[in-house]
């Protein structure tokens, strides 16, 4: 590599011309190589030893960016391959990595629209689109975000900002203001309400059933004592499906509670809420529909790269007022509704081109891809569950619901629940760093599972059987080695 560089060099149309090619058959070739198991699906590896790599490499001299690339690919969890069945993360369709390459290549924002005119119109028809799939009339309106957790966040403002008594955004807070929420709600609903102000006690998490959805039984007496002491609750967040086991929150009796109360609904779809596009599987999100606004994440199971959201409102005007402010620099007037101008709608000013993904996948594979993915991921749900319900020596936590299956290896009746515990933790830990499988792990109720996220469409009830056998023979040599 040479060492006297100028600054055109990194914008030389040759050398780009010639590493892209030679970057996608790369990515080509090592698509293949996971896509037939014959790469390992996680390179495991000690956080502080990679530190180390990385720095050494930076501080080394300039190498070619190929080598680079090739480096970094091997450094890296392999989310493409059936192996992978770990955490809520889609194995994107291929195509989007070409569609990442033009959006990065034009740079274009979707802020305002004279800095991504395709950028915001296809913004508009991709949210327009999944309005209509969750049922919605054509008054609403929908934007997309960086993520479900900025979209939580920005639902809660446009909540607060409705349903709080005083003009919290012009003169501060006044009042004690509370949501309630599951207890099995994402944590980012909790840090939303404490990123708004409302502390601890502001946030009120209504227990589960044994399904682990909210107890619908339960709202009013919340809310009640939370009137009790003084404070104004504003929303209640529904989850479609929770992140721990994927189940889905009765939307119906939220939304006739939520209606009742004067509270504000949000549905935090970002994981489940995809099945909207699902004509089998609508049915877990009955009532959706009622809700005030909605997070949907593209990038768990509609097969598009992180970050990606869309988040929805009933009411499209609802989307204008969160926001009101004056960007004279961007707009002309801060109260006119401009479709048009997506900083006008969100937290984000410049933000990535993101409608594209979505439009890409769609207009390339058809209208009912996404349909084909979540009945897909569905379908392997189901194979993989039967598989642990028909194995003696596995124990489900419930039944899934959703895409997320979370069971336990149980080698013999006379184990303890601390034993049982660090046996399932030590299973995990082994099996990943074998490379062979990537799967995690979460504690429900103080009892610790191995939990399989389905987000591949490739993974075959070949890889579920096998997966099940290498669990089987691990914790059959852990149980021997640490407790027999
Ligand atoms: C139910 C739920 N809500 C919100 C989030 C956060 O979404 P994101 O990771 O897109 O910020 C997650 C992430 O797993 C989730 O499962």
Redesign the pocket.
């Known amino acids: 590599m040479k060492e006297h560089i100028k600054i055109e060099d990194p914008y030389d149309s040759k050398a780009f011309r010639k590493i892209g090619h030679e970057l996608i058959d790369v990515l080509a070739n090592h698509l293949e190589a996971v896509q037939t198991g014959a790469h390992s699906v996680y390179p495991h590896k000690n956080p502080n030893k990679e530190l180390e790599f990385w720095q050494n490499d930076f501080n080394d001299e300039l190498s070619h960016p190929l080598s680079l690339f090739k480096t970094i690919i091997a450094h890296s969890t392999q989310l493409q391959h059936p192996k992978y069945i770990g955490?809520?993360?889609a194995s994107p369709a291929p195509i989007t990595s070409l569609v990442a390459l033009m959006v990065d290549f034009l740079n274009n924002g979707t802020g305002v629209f004279e800095m991504g005119p395709a950028s915001n119109a296809m913004e508009r028809i991709i949210t327009d689109f999944t309005a209509k799939k969750v049922g919605y009339h054509a008054s609403a309106s929908g934007l997309l975000t960086?993520?479900?957790?900025?979209?939580?966040l920005t639902a809660l403002l446009a909540a607060r900002r409705e349903k709080a008594p005083s003009a919290i955004w012009q003169n501060g807070h006044k009042e004690n203001l509370a949501v309630m929420v599951s207890e099995e709600?994402?944590?980012?609903?909790d840090r939303s309400a404490r990123i708004l102000g409302l502390g601890d006690k502001g946030i009120i998490k209504v227990p589960v059933d044994k399904a682990f959805k909210i107890r619908p039984d339960l709202l009013q007496k919340h809310l009640e004592e939370a009137k009790s002491k003084g404070l104004h609750v504003f929303c209640i967040v529904g989850?479609?499906?929770?992140?721990a086991t994927g189940s889905y929150d009765d939307l119906n009796a939220l939304a006739k509670f939520s209606k009742t109360n004067n509270l504000w609904f949000h549905v935090?779809?970002?994981?489940?809420g995809a099945v909207v596009f699902s004509k089998t599987h609508k049915k877990l999100v009955s009532g959706i529909e009622k809700a005030d606004s909605i997070?949907i994440?593209f990038?768990?199971m509609l097969m598009t790269p992180?970050?990606?959201?869309a988040l929805l409102f009933k009411r499209g005007s609802d989307i204008y007022k969160t926001f009101a402010q004056k960007a004279q620099y961007l707009w002309d007037t801060p109260e006119t509704e401009e479709w048009y101008n997506s900083a006008k709608k969100t937290f984000e000013c410049t933000k990535r081109f993101l409608s594209a993904n979505a439009y890409v996948i769609l207009k390339t594979y058809g209208k009912d891809i996404f349909e084909k993915n979540i009945d897909a991921l569905h379908e392997s749900t189901q194979i993989l569950t039967k598989l642990v319900l028909e194995h003696p020596k596995f124990e489900l936590a419930v039944l899934p619901e959703s895409n997320i299956v979370n069971f336990r290896f149980i080698p013999h009746s006379n184990l303890n629940e601390l034993e049982l515990n660090n046996l399932n933790l030590q299973i995990r830990k082994e099996l990943v760093e074998s490379g062979q499988f990537y799967i995690v792990q979460t504690t429900i109720k103080g009892k610790r599972y191995l939990r399989c996220t389905i987000m591949n469409p490739l993974t075959s009830n070949a890889d579920f059987v096998e997966l099940i056998h290498t669990i089987e023979k691990i914790g059959l040599t852990l149980y021997d080695v640490l407790i027999k």
């Open positions: 955490h809520q993360s960086s993520g479900g957790t900025l979209a939580n709600a994402h944590y980012c609903i989850c479609a499906g929770s992140t935090d779809g970002a994981h489940g997070a994440d990038h768990k992180a970050l990606n959201t």
